[in-house]
């Protein structure tokens, strides 16, 4: 880069000036759009919408064509954070859903598995909580105490979800397999869902 102190009054300076310039404009531009984008935390969480077509943010499939979105991911929401959620840009994968609710100490024991293994399947198998039953600084405060920051919380204070899926207790997990067929939902402790996370991945 070249210093700020070149010379740039007489006429071989005024093409470095102006070039300086613009550069200085694109820059203003392109921090004004990041700043755009990201989550929305200011934003209250709303109930869980469940669309009737299927959404267009599908993820591609291999073959680069949009994933069929089945049933079971036409729903958005918001995420503990406020970020906007739509389950359907998980469509073509494995999904894990994760049931449950700040004050349960069996959730609690299984928080460490699911923290130590959703980054490693993140982009094979998505794990995203749903979390419900409580108020949400307790929820949040459950996120930060077993280090689940990394992986999709979702606020279900209104219990649609666990309605619609008919959700009776925690800690549940619910599994769907890549063509959007539920083939597990129920109690699984740390070793069962870490092997079939891993089968799943495979």
Not at 7 to 19: D, F, I, T, V
Not at 123 to 138: C, F, N, R, S, Y
Not at 152 to 166: C, K, N, P, V, Y
């Amino acid at each position: 880069m070249r210093s700020s102190s070149s010379p740039s009054n007489g006429p071989e300076g005024r093409p470095a000036a102006r070039l300086a310039l613009a550069a200085t404009l694109a820059g203003t531009l392109l921090a004004a759009s990041a700043c755009a984008v990201g989550p929305t935390s200011a934003q209250p969480a709303a109930e869980v919408a469940v669309p009737v077509a299927a959404p267009s943010s599908a993820a591609p499939t291999p073959t680069g064509a949009p994933a069929v979105v089945p049933d079971a991911l036409r729903f958005t929401a918001r995420t503990l954070d406020g970020t906007a959620f739509s389950a359907a840009a998980l469509a073509g994968r494995p999904v894990v859903l994760w049931f449950w609710a700040p004050w349960c100490a069996t959730c609690a024991s299984q928080a460490w598995t699911v923290a130590e293994i959703a980054p490693k399947y993140r982009d094979t198998v998505p794990i995203v909580g749903v979390a419900g039953l409580g108020e949400q600084k307790a929820m949040r405060s459950f996120v930060t105490e077993f280090e689940l920051g990394g992986t999709t919380q979702i606020d279900d204070r209104a219990g649609a979800l666990w309605r619609r899926f008919e959700i009776v207790e925690q800690s549940t997990f619910l599994i769907i397999d890549r063509q959007g067929k539920v083939v597990h939902q129920g109690f699984l402790d740390g070793e069962d869902l870490t092997r079939r996370v891993a089968a799943l991945a495979g």
